[in-house]
């Protein structure tokens, strides 16, 4: 049972952000710091990316893993009120990540998602990127 009143959960889930978030600033410190200069959050493009590298042509999304459904402990919790519709929203964003994914490729961008969890070994996380950004696309780019 939900401890809180609808109006406190609501007022909640309105605070939960969509930009700037700890992964994100995570991942953008990184790249910085690497030398990497980007774009934010471009509206012309499918899925609004988080990072854009135009001359390079590669787009990051960072991904919170409950939101996007990642196979990960914390992407693999159900929600134990209101399943029917968080299990449909999930599945949605996750739907929806898919097909943007597709149409960025399809015109010729290299994406790369990053998920939360994975921004809790910067180090790890930053010889990723470096692959990504440098070099060619990282394998298994759509669950790491």
Known sequence: MDTLTAEQRRACMRAVGDKDTAPEMCVRRLAHAMGFRYGLHAKNLPGKPDLVFVSRRKII???????????CGHGSISPVTNTDYWSGKRERN?????ENIKAL???GWKVLVVWECSTRNPESLRRKLERFLRGASVQGNKSN
């Open 61 to 71: 999304f960072v991904h919170g893993c409950f939101w996007h459904k990642h196979n």
């Open 94 to 98: 996750a739907q929806r990540d898919k």
């Open 105 to 107: 490729r399809k015109d």
